[in-house]
């Protein structure tokens, strides 16, 4: 994988440790995977992992999540049945920021949720209680995402296919908006990506997701928590982003707080723009931090 | 819907042991072709949804219970329940039919099986005299190695 220079230039702005930076970009991921609570259990699946001889790191931050230094975690019989789910570590987080949340919800929406990695884990986390809607733009993502919610034995979801800005008015309790970006933080799964980078795209999604914000924070019931995520590490699809939201809705942003992984806060100023002091409170996951990918995250209350 | 819910919630009942209870928390919808899904309770005013829940039931002339269904709540059934060996285990996952031993048989009977190795339920297959008819649809086949 190539890094562009103009890549460079912005993020060493930003970054702690510019070569562990770009150096952790230019190396695969760790083979990770969750433990589907709907059909399996953690100490069934470790026990069964052990039985096969392959090593698993469990992670502190979150007992359903495991690494692997064996490749072939999608051949075993509980890849097959659903007990787990190849998912990566850092897309497993958005979810846990709202735990608590989701344990009572009766109403949510996980706005952009193909392939459903993310809807899944809601629905283990609320033990397939309450409703989600599962909504994607793109009808052809939707075959994956019918796909893993039967696989995993997702039950109470209903599948949309809406462009959110157009959707009808709802309450729902929580929602996790997790966009449609420029994926920055996932290079080190899909170096292809990489060669198709540019600063234009990177604006162009900016206007989008202000626009889906906006609307998913209108949907949002009084009360209610929305979930902004990325994967990726742009500024102008992060902190901007939740900043419009910020000047232009009564929103609040909750601290998130995970114990034993290593995040660091959002950013208060780019390229001269000041940002709200409440976008101290949002994280950004760096990939040589916890040897992931990179995740940005904004908790929202109304 | 409800003529049909009871259809299916009999045959669960008749042809596995597997109680109407288990189903309360959710609700049965009706979509074309047949096919019986197995959702929340409450759906949300959103105009028309794609789908509702997981897709678990075929009815046209007979019922045909998908292996979404039978490995969800086939822990609770009690007969019609076939235990595969290691090797018949990686031809279902392959998605070949199954020859089984006259003793793998023996307590059920011809039509729609559970399909388990070592307590883990694989899902749904058709009996047929001592001939398993795969019925993992082909998205979902895979190589094991581990097991």
Same mark, same amino acid.
């Given at each position: 994988?190539?890094?562009?220079?103009?890549?460079?230039?912005?993020?060493?702005?930003?970054?702690?440790?510019?070569? #562990?930076?770009?150096?952790? /970009?230019?190396?695969? %991921?760790? !083979?990770?995977?969750?433990? @589907? =609570?709907?059909?399996? *259990?953690? $100490?069934?699946?470790?026990?069964?992992?052990?039985?096969?001889?392959?090593?698993?790191?469990?992670?502190?931050?979150?007992?359903?999540?495991?690494?692997?230094?064996?490749?072939?975690?999608?051949?075993?019989?509980?890849?097959?049945?659903?007990?787990?789910?190849?998912?990566?570590?850092?897309?497993?987080?958005?979810?846990?920021?709202?735990?608590?949340?989701?344990?009572?919800?009766?109403?949510?929406?996980?706005?952009?949720?193909?392939?459903?990695?993310?809807?899944?884990?809601?629905?283990?986390?609320?033990?397939?209680?309450?409703?989600?809607?599962?909504?994607?733009?793109?009808? #052809?993502?939707?075959?994956? /995402?019918?796909?893993? %919610?039967? !696989?995993?034995?997702?039950? @109470? =979801?209903?599948?949309? *296919?809406? $462009?959110?800005?157009?959707?009808?008015?709802?309450?729902?309790?929580?929602?996790?908006?997790?966009?449609?970006?420029?994926?920055?933080?996932?290079?080190?799964?899909?170096?292809?990506?990489?060669?198709?980078?540019?600063?234009?795209?990177?604006?162009?999604?900016?206007?989008?997701?202000?626009?889906?914000?906006?609307?998913?924070?209108?949907?949002?019931?009084?009360?209610?928590?929305?979930?902004?995520?990325?994967?990726?590490?742009?500024?102008?699809?992060?902190?901007?982003?939740?900043?419009?939201?910020?000047?232009?809705?009564?929103?609040?942003?909750?601290?998130?707080?995970?114990?034993?992984?290593?995040?660091?806060?959002?950013?208060?100023?780019?390229?001269?723009?000041?940002?709200?002091?409440?976008?101290?409170?949002?994280?950004?996951?760096?990939?040589?931090?916890?040897?992931?990918?990179?995740?940005?995250?904004?908790?929202?209350?109304? | 819907?409800?003529?049909?819910?009871?259809?299916?919630?009999?045959?669960?009942?008749?042809?596995?042991?597997?109680?109407?209870?288990?189903?309360?928390?959710?609700?049965?919808?009706?979509?074309?072709?047949?096919?019986?899904?197995?959702?929340?309770?409450?759906?949300?005013?959103?105009?028309?949804?794609?789908?509702?829940?997981?897709?678990?039931?075929?009815?046209?002339?007979?019922?045909?219970?998908?292996?979404?269904?039978?490995?969800?709540?086939?822990?609770?059934?009690?007969?019609?329940?076939?235990?595969?060996?290691?090797?018949?285990?990686?031809?279902?996952?392959?998605?070949?039919?199954?020859?089984?031993?006259?003793?793998?048989?023996?307590?059920?009977?011809?039509?729609?099986?559970?399909?388990?190795?070592?307590?883990?339920?694989?899902?749904?297959?058709?009996?047929?005299?001592?001939?398993?008819?795969?019925?993992?649809?082909?998205?979902?086949?895979?190589?094991?190695?581990?097991?």
């Amino acid at each position: 994988m190539r890094i562009l220079d103009a890549f460079k230039e912005r993020y060493s702005q930003i970054v702690d440790d510019e070569p #562990a930076f770009f150096d952790c /970009l230019m190396q695969p %991921l760790p !083979k990770s995977f969750r433990v @589907n =609570t709907l059909k399996s *259990n953690i $100490d069934n699946v470790k026990k069964r992992f052990a039985g096969y001889g392959i090593n698993l790191t469990q992670m502190p931050w979150y007992d359903e999540a495991f690494i692997s230094d064996n490749l072939e975690v999608g051949s075993t019989l509980e890849h097959f049945h659903g007990d787990i789910y190849l998912q990566e570590l850092v897309s497993m987080i958005p979810a846990i920021t709202i735990k608590e949340e989701l344990s009572n919800a009766r109403l949510v929406l996980d706005a952009c949720a193909a392939p459903g990695s993310k809807t899944t884990q809601m629905a283990a986390i609320m033990n397939n209680k309450g409703t989600i809607v599962a909504n994607d733009l793109s009808y #052809a993502r939707i075959r994956a /995402l019918r796909f893993n %919610l039967e !696989k995993t034995g997702t039950i @109470n =979801t209903v599948i949309t *296919n809406y $462009d959110i800005r157009r959707m009808s008015k709802n309450q729902f309790e929580v929602i996790l908006l997790d966009v449609p970006c420029s994926a920055e933080g996932t290079f080190r799964k899909n170096s292809e990506l990489s060669k198709i980078w540019t600063m234009k795209q990177i604006l162009s999604n900016s206007h989008l997701q202000k626009q889906l914000i906006t609307k998913a924070f209108d949907l949002l019931a009084p009360g209610g928590t929305l979930v902004y995520s990325t994967c990726t590490f742009a500024p102008e699809e992060n902190e901007e982003v939740v900043n419009h939201l910020l000047e232009n809705r009564d929103a609040k942003i909750e601290k998130i707080e995970i114990p034993d992984i290593h995040m660091s806060w959002g950013i208060e100023e780019w390229n001269t723009k000041q940002f709200d002091p409440q976008l101290k409170k949002t994280v950004r996951i760096w990939p040589h931090h916890n040897n992931t990918g990179g995740f940005y995250i904004a908790k929202v209350t109304k | 819907m409800s003529k049909e819910k009871n259809s299916i919630l009999d045959y669960f009942e008749t042809r596995f042991g597997i109680s109407r209870n288990h189903f309360r928390e959710f609700e049965f919808y009706l979509a074309s072709k047949g096919r019986v899904f197995l959702g929340p309770k409450k759906i949300p005013a959103i105009g028309e949804p794609v789908s509702v829940g997981i897709l678990i039931a075929r009815m046209d002339n007979n019922i045909k219970p998908t292996t979404n269904l039978l490995q969800l709540f086939g822990k609770y059934a009690d007969k019609n329940i076939v235990s595969l060996t290691e090797q018949q285990t990686k031809q279902y996952a392959h998605g070949d039919d199954i020859k089984l031993s006259p003793e793998q048989t023996e307590k059920t009977e011809r039509g729609y099986v559970i399909l388990s190795y070592c307590n883990v339920l694989l899902g749904c297959g058709l009996l047929r005299e001592s001939l398993i008819k795969n019925m993992l649809p082909k998205a979902k086949r895979s190589e094991l190695k581990f097991m």
